[in-house]
């Protein structure tokens, strides 16, 4: 079997095999970080290393924020897309005036980050989906939570063991980097290789990640969940619920609610955010596990792409838990484009009306023929 994923993430450096460093509890209202610096660099793409992890930037202003030190797995934010617009909410790392309370929920979506609800290897199981936080702990650890909320017992971690490559030029930026998924007992239970490049071309500023995960100590399974995959929170004034014209639409046709849980190609997001039209264009490679993907997507905000999920979509499909015996990898591919405009047509047809479209169905199509690490 084969299947792969593509992100990139950074944790502070700490030795990792069968058991994990141990992490300093923090109070539940210390989310937000500090700002990150401005890179030096002001041609082309670079990357700098900092006490949270790493940054890109193009062209001397930050691009992407590698957020490695905050909670039980990694992280991207910020993500800044075309016109310097911010492309993720921005709860629960920083609070913000334009940001109502009613999309001040679900603490684990934080920016752009992967991780899934239930995995088990051995007698082991750990959820790296949720954080403490989610059940009421504290950010870096279950306090005593578990007395309120048994849940957070199974809290794992996805810890970054080392950096394979950080290499920047005038055309892209790329971090590769091995990390190891734990249980809440700190033993290892699989290993990942992380490839992430960022890119800008004419339809907009893209990342693509290319993941491979490995059962490394032993046969793991990814139970059907629908809480797991490759996932970004949209910015607020984006999410469809809150009735400022954002929109969702997938290569199938299906619109905003219509598009969660079914199969398709791509699937774009997308809306006003300071006063322009804006979207994530987000792409599933035909080598990738269960090509074409289902989706993940909510009017709310949450927008991911879960392979792992069948049943826990519709309970007329099979249980879609996936087994990987000892040694054999699982790889994914995704492809992420923060654009302007929004996308108006599928196969031909006009979807959505309005001037500055985006062919997303042409960006795919490109993207298809690319041979994934």
Not at 69 to 87: A, E, Q, R, S
Request: one cysteine or more.
């Amino acid at each position: 079997m084969k299947i792969r994923f593509a992100f990139v993430f950074i944790l502070l450096a700490c030795s990792v095999t069968p058991s994990v460093c141990q992490e300093s509890q923090t109070t539940p209202q210390q989310l937000a970080s500090t700002e990150l610096p401005k890179p030096s660099q002001a041609d082309g793409f670079a990357i700098e290393q900092n006490e949270h992890g790493v940054t890109v930037s193009l062209n001397g202003e930050v691009f992407v924020g590698y957020r490695i030190d905050d909670v039980n797995k990694p992280y991207l934010w910020p993500i800044v897309g075309p016109g310097g617009k911010d492309m993720t909410r921005t709860y629960p790392m920083k609070d913000v005036d334009h940001e109502p309370d009613n999309q001040r929920d679900h603490p684990h979506h934080r920016g752009m980050t992967f991780g899934h609800e239930h995995v088990v290897s051995g007698t082991q199981q750990a959820d790296t989906w949720h954080e403490w936080i989610t059940f009421g702990g504290q950010q870096k650890g279950p306090g005593n939570a578990p007395s309120v909320n048994p849940r957070i017992k199974h809290i794992g971690k996805i810890v970054h063991r080392e950096f394979t490559t950080l290499s920047a030029d005038p055309n892209q930026a790329v971090v590769e980097e091995i990390l190891d998924h734990v249980s809440p007992s700190g033993n290892r239970m699989l290993t990942e290789v992380r490839r992430i490049t960022f890119r800008v071309e004419p339809v907009g500023r893209i990342i693509d990640f290319d993941q491979v995960l490995t059962a490394s100590d032993g046969e793991v399974k990814f139970h059907d969940s629908k809480d797991a995959g490759l996932s970004i929170r949209v910015p607020a004034n984006m999410a469809v619920d809150s009735r400022k014209g954002g929109k969702i639409l997938n290569s199938e046709g299906d619109h905003d609610r219509d598009a969660w849980s079914q199969p398709a190609k791509w699937c774009d997001y997308f809306g006003i955010i300071d006063g322009e039209q804006a979207g994530i264009a987000f792409l599933n490679h035909p080598s990738s596990y269960r090509f074409p993907t289902r989706w993940h997507v909510r009017t709310y905000g949450l927008f991911t792409a879960n392979p792992f999920a069948m049943k826990s979509f519709d309970g007329a499909l099979r249980d879609g838990t996936t087994t990987l015996s000892p040694g054999e990898e699982l790889n994914l591919h995704h492809r992420l484009i923060f654009h302007s405009g929004h996308p108006g047509k599928v196969n031909g047809e006009t979807e959505v009306d309005g001037e500055n479209e985006v062919d997303i169905e042409k960006a795919w199509r490109q993207y298809s023929q690319t041979v994934r690490p």
